[in-house]
């Protein structure tokens, strides 16, 4: 199934790589913030590189809001960069955590 042949309403998944003055600046817990209050679910967490990992799952509207918001003045931070690709969903994760 293409892009053009996905039903109306599927879940998919983000998963993202966010880069700049991302850590130590409350990115990962005002990102987990925006995510419920957009109803997705996943992870959001640092990583070594000094970079972000976030993993969200749901419905596409819901999806780009959060993608707007990655790239947004609200994020907390210096956002240089986001990497992002996404595939179907797994339903993998009960919430949205931060960790």
Do not use: I, K
């Not at 109306?8 to 991302?22: H, I, N, P, Q, S």
């Not at 409350?26 to 209050?37: E, L, P, T």
């Not at 959001?44 to 419905?59: F, I, K, Q, T």
Request: charged content about 30%.
């Amino acid at each position: 199934m293409n892009e053009q042949e996905r039903p109306e309403g599927t879940e998919r998944r983000l998963t993202a790589r966010v880069t700049g003055e991302v850590q130590g600046v409350g990115f990962r817990y005002r990102a987990r913030g925006r995510a419920v209050q957009l109803g997705l679910t996943g992870v959001v967490s640092n990583m070594p590189d000094g970079s972000v990992r976030l993993v969200a799952e749901g419905r596409e509207p819901a999806l780009d809001g959060l993608r707007e918001y990655l790239r947004g003045p609200e994020a907390p931070g210096v956002v240089t960069g986001v990497e992002e690709s996404f595939s179907p969903a797994t339903g993998e994760f009960p919430d949205f955590r931060a960790e």
